[in-house]
C-alpha cells in the first residue's frame, strides 16, 4: 500500500497544474520531444523514445544531405580550378604569340624585355598593345641624313657610251662596280632634283 504524505494544498495545486501541463506538453509531438531534449540536458543517460525513433531516421538522411554538400562542393572548388586553368593557359598562349609576332616583326631580346616590364607595372594582357605603348613612350630615333651634297662615290665616267661601261666592266673581271655606281648617281640626281 502507498505510503500517505500530508501535504499543503497551494503545494498539491501546484504540484496537480504542473502535472497537468506536463501531460499536455508530452501529448503534442514536438512538446513531447522538447521536453526529452530538455530530459536529456540534465541527465544524458536518460531514456528519450521520441528522440531516439526520430534520430534513426534522420541520422540517415543527414548522413546522405552532409556528403551530398561536399560532393557539390568539391564539384564547385573543381570546375573553378579548371576554369582558372584554363583562363592562365589562354592568357599564357595570348602572351606566347603576341611575344613571338613581336619577335618576327624584329624586336629584339631587350626590347621584349622592356614590353615584359611595361606589361607588368601597367597590368597589360596583350604583349602588341603594351608594345604599341612602349613605341608611343619611345619613338624610334629619325634617321639621321647627311648634310650637303658630298657623298664620296668615286669618279664615274660621264660618257653616256655603254660600251665603255661594259669594256670597264670586262677589263676588271667584273671586280669593278661602275655599272652599279653610275646607276646609283643617276638614282642619287633624281632624288636631289625632287628635293629642290
Known amino acids: 500500500m502507498p505510503k500517505l504524505v500530508e501535504i499543503d494544498e497551494t503545494e498539491l495545486l501546484r504540484s496537480q497544474q504542473l502535472r497537468a501541463t506536463v501531460e499536455k506538453i ?52 573543381a570546375n573553378a580550378t579548371r576554369e582558372a586553368e584554363a583562363k592562365r593557359n589562354e592568357l599564357k598562349s595570348r602572351v606566347d604569340s603576341g611575344m613571338a609576332e613581336l619577335r618576327s616583326r624584329g624586336w629584339t631580346a631587350d626590347g621584349l624585355k622592356a614590353v615584359e616590364t611595361l606589361m607588368e607595372e601597367k597590368g597589360l594582357l596583350d604583349p602588341l598593345d603594351a608594345a604599341d605603348l612602349y613605341e608611343k613612350r619611345h619613338p624610334p630615333a629619325a634617321p ?10 668615286p669618279d664615274i665616267p660621264t660618257t653616256s657610251d655603254a660600251s665603255s661601261y661594259e669594256k670597264a666592266l670586262l677589263e676588271s673581271k667584273g671586280q669593278n662596280d661602275l655599272i652599279a655606281e653610275r646607276e646609283a648617281m643617276s638614282i642619287l640626281n633624281e632624288i636631289r632634283g625632287a628635293r629642290r
Open 26 to 77: 508530452l501529448a503534442h509531438p514536438e512538446g513531447r520531444e522538447l521536453v526529452e531534449r530538455a530530459h536529456k540536458l540534465v541527465d544524458p543517460n536518460a531514456k528519450t523514445p521520441a528522440l531516439d525513433a526520430k534520430k534513426v531516421v534522420t541520422e540517415p538522411i543527414e548522413q546522405v544531405r552532409t556528403e551530398l554538400a561536399n560532393f557539390i562542393k568539391a564539384q564547385n572548388e
Open 144 to 153: 639621321i641624313t647627311p648634310s650637303g651634297s658630298a657623298w664620296n662615290f
